[in-house]
Protein backbone atom coordinates (compact mmCIF):
# COMPACT_ATOMS: atom_id res chain seq x y z
CA UNK A 1 0.00 0.00 0.00
CA UNK A 2 1.26 3.49 -1.21
CA UNK A 3 1.22 6.11 1.71
CA UNK A 4 0.82 9.96 0.98
CA UNK A 5 0.64 12.17 4.26
CA UNK A 6 0.21 15.85 4.04
CA UNK A 7 -1.23 18.73 5.90
CA UNK A 8 2.13 19.79 7.94
CA UNK A 9 3.06 23.53 8.73
CA UNK A 10 3.78 26.24 11.01
CA UNK A 11 1.81 26.78 13.56
CA UNK A 12 2.05 28.86 16.94
CA UNK A 13 1.62 27.49 20.10
CA UNK A 14 -1.95 26.34 21.10
CA UNK A 15 -3.02 26.38 17.49
CA UNK A 16 -4.09 23.29 15.16
CA UNK A 17 -3.94 21.37 12.77
CA UNK A 18 -5.02 18.47 10.73
CA UNK A 19 -2.90 15.62 8.92
CA UNK A 20 -4.09 13.45 6.83
CA UNK A 21 -2.65 10.28 5.06
CA UNK A 22 -4.00 8.57 1.77
CA UNK A 23 -3.70 5.21 1.33
CA UNK A 24 -3.98 3.48 -2.36
CA UNK A 25 -3.01 0.28 -3.69
CA UNK A 26 -4.57 -2.26 -1.21
CA UNK A 27 -7.62 -2.40 0.88
CA UNK A 28 -7.65 -0.01 3.48
CA UNK A 29 -9.57 -1.93 5.81
CA UNK A 30 -6.93 -4.55 5.94
CA UNK A 31 -4.90 -2.00 7.85
CA UNK A 32 -4.58 -0.63 11.06
CA UNK A 33 -3.17 2.81 10.78
CA UNK A 34 -0.95 4.60 12.98
CA UNK A 35 1.00 7.74 13.01
CA UNK A 36 4.48 8.61 14.23
CA UNK A 37 6.76 11.33 14.76
CA UNK A 38 9.78 12.18 14.49
CA UNK A 39 11.89 14.90 15.59
CA UNK A 40 15.36 16.44 15.08
CA UNK A 41 18.31 14.16 16.95
CA UNK A 42 15.53 11.84 18.07
CA UNK A 43 13.85 8.32 17.60
CA UNK A 44 10.44 8.16 16.46
CA UNK A 45 8.32 8.00 18.49
CA UNK A 46 4.69 6.46 18.62
CA UNK A 47 1.75 9.16 18.40
CA UNK A 48 -1.53 7.09 17.91
CA UNK A 49 -3.49 4.39 15.80
CA UNK A 50 -6.58 3.19 15.13
CA UNK A 51 -7.97 -0.27 14.66
CA UNK A 52 -9.20 -1.24 10.98
CA UNK A 53 -13.09 -0.30 11.55
CA UNK A 54 -11.71 2.92 13.72
CA UNK A 55 -13.66 2.17 16.59
CA UNK A 56 -10.45 1.43 18.93
CA UNK A 57 -7.60 4.32 19.11
CA UNK A 58 -4.53 4.52 21.20
CA UNK A 59 -2.55 7.76 22.18
CA UNK A 60 0.69 8.57 23.52
CA UNK A 61 0.63 9.84 26.82
CA UNK A 62 2.26 13.03 25.52
CA UNK A 63 -0.52 13.48 22.80
CA UNK A 64 -3.61 11.69 24.83
CA UNK A 65 -6.58 14.61 25.18
CA UNK A 66 -4.86 17.04 22.82
CA UNK A 67 -4.47 14.93 19.29
CA UNK A 68 -7.36 12.74 18.03
CA UNK A 69 -7.01 9.35 15.29
CA UNK A 70 -9.78 8.98 12.50
CA UNK A 71 -10.38 7.61 9.67
CA UNK A 72 -12.72 7.32 6.32
CA UNK A 73 -12.36 4.19 5.39
CA UNK A 74 -14.86 5.08 2.32
CA UNK A 75 -11.95 7.97 1.36
CA UNK A 76 -9.43 5.34 1.96
CA UNK A 77 -7.94 8.58 4.27
CA UNK A 78 -6.57 8.70 8.10
CA UNK A 79 -6.71 11.79 9.72
CA UNK A 80 -4.52 13.26 13.09
CA UNK A 81 -6.24 16.34 14.27
CA UNK A 82 -4.30 18.09 16.83
CA UNK A 83 -5.01 20.94 18.88
CA UNK A 84 -3.46 22.17 21.46
CA UNK A 85 0.22 21.99 19.76
CA UNK A 86 3.48 22.68 22.42
CA UNK A 87 6.62 23.71 20.29
CA UNK A 88 7.30 19.98 21.61
CA UNK A 89 5.05 18.82 18.98
CA UNK A 90 7.55 20.13 16.61
CA UNK A 91 8.65 16.88 13.64
CA UNK A 92 8.15 15.05 10.99
CA UNK A 93 5.35 13.18 11.25
CA UNK A 94 4.89 9.92 9.53
CA UNK A 95 1.52 7.09 8.75
CA UNK A 96 2.01 4.26 8.60
CA UNK A 97 -0.05 0.58 7.93
CA UNK A 98 0.15 -2.46 9.91
CA UNK A 99 -1.76 -5.67 8.68
CA UNK A 100 -0.87 -7.65 11.95
CA UNK A 101 -3.61 -8.45 14.98
CA UNK A 102 -3.66 -7.98 18.22
CA UNK A 103 -2.11 -5.38 19.64
CA UNK A 104 -1.63 -2.01 20.46
CA UNK A 105 0.48 -0.73 17.40
CA UNK A 106 3.14 1.31 19.71
CA UNK A 107 5.79 0.25 17.65
CA UNK A 108 7.36 0.86 14.45
CA UNK A 109 8.64 -3.03 13.55
CA UNK A 110 4.53 -3.43 13.35
CA UNK A 111 4.32 -1.97 10.44
CA UNK A 112 4.32 -3.06 7.19
CA UNK A 113 4.46 0.47 4.95
CA UNK A 114 5.31 4.07 5.71
CA UNK A 115 4.04 7.31 4.05
CA UNK A 116 7.28 9.87 3.65
CA UNK A 117 6.13 12.26 6.28
CA UNK A 118 4.90 15.68 6.49
CA UNK A 119 7.29 18.20 8.32
CA UNK A 120 5.01 19.99 11.61
CA UNK A 121 6.50 23.10 13.02
CA UNK A 122 5.54 24.39 16.53
CA UNK A 123 6.50 28.07 17.43
CA UNK A 124 6.40 29.35 20.77
Known amino acids: VQLQASGGGLVQAGGSLRLSCAASGRTFTNYVMGWFRQAPGKEREFVGSITRSGGTTYYADSVKGRFTITRDNAKNTVYLQMNSLKPEDTAVYYC??????????????????WGQGTLVTVSS
Open 96 to 113: AASSRWGSDFRHSYEYDY
